[in-house]
């Protein structure tokens, strides 16, 4: 029997399908490559000068023009996020006592953040030994803030401590539970001012923020962890911020350290 005539088309024919039964069927390559940047529309400068030694010249390409090629091959610059507007959200005349707040919170207008969940009040009364803030209520929350899972933790950390719930105010920096929430730029629109009020209105002994993204409501950079006092209208209050209630259950190292710190925290003077 004659051997075929292997051409190149099939001698290559033939490695594809080699490969491709050893499974590999992608190219790869560890350099990237700026697929979608612009052709550039001069030569590079080591041509343009061999082209110009061609002819006996001495053409030669200046720095900025081959900079400039360079800088039309990158990709742009992603646009600057626009800025947060921010909203006097308290008005002219916010509320002067907590009754009035939970008025206030559960019917003014431009503090919605998720129209498909009620609003949940905040509960517990001024001068409370220990205000409790977390980020927002708990998805399954309908007419008692912290109804869940979260609630229940937090009722034995309560008992832990040496507290009866009646003792502790317990709030939101949300009126209702908010998927996917930035507190950050929520803040950065008003909602800090509104939390910081909140605060002052209860006038507690000590507040404990579970959530380190509640910083910017309480007037701090997350950067500036840990946050030790808030100041407010009616004076100081020492604060510690920690994980989230949903963090502690998922972490028990979490919870270990969070006690810790409990433990360490000077009652306030």
Not at 16 to 43: E, Q
Not at 200 to 207: C, E, I
Request: net charge negative; proline share 9%.
């Amino acid at each position: 029997m004659s051997r075929p005539d292997l051409t190149i088309a099939r001698e290559f024919e033939a490695a594809l399908a080699w490969w491709h039964a050893a499974g590999v069927d992608c190219d790869y390559a560890d350099d990237a490559t700026a697929w979608l940047a612009d052709a550039p529309l001069a030569k590079p400068a080591a041509d343009a000068n061999k082209a110009g030694s061609a002819r006996g010249g001495s053409a030669q390409v200046s720095g900025p023009a081959s900079e400039s090629v360079a800088a039309r091959a990158l990709p742009a610059a992603p646009p600057s996020p626009p800025a947060t507007l921010r909203r006097d959200l308290l008005g002219e005349s916010p509320p002067q006592d907590l009754a009035a707040f939970r008025d206030w919170w559960m019917t003014a207008h431009g503090i919605d953040t998720a129209r498909a969940f009620p609003r949940i009040a905040p509960r517990g009364a001024a001068n409370a030994a220990l205000m409790v803030l977390v980020p927002q209520p708990e998805e399954a929350d309908r007419d008692r803030l912290l109804s869940g899972r979260q609630g229940r933790l937090l009722a034995n950390i309560l008992a832990a401590m040496g507290l009866d719930e009646s003792a502790a105010y317990i709030a939101a920096a949300l009126p209702c539970h908010t998927p996917m929430a930035d507190l950050a730029m929520l803040a950065a629109g008003g909602m800090d001012a509104v939390t910081r009020h909140h605060i002052s209105l209860v006038r507690p002994a000590r507040l404990i923020a579970f959530g380190t993204g509640l910083a910017p409501m309480l007037g701090a950079n997350e950067a500036e962890h840990p946050l030790r006092e808030i100041n407010h209208a009616g004076g100081k209050v020492p604060v510690i911020v920690s994980e989230t209630l949903d963090s502690l259950m998922d972490m028990p190292r979490l919870k270990a350290r969070f006690w810790r710190r409990w433990t360490q925290w000077s009652p306030p003077q």
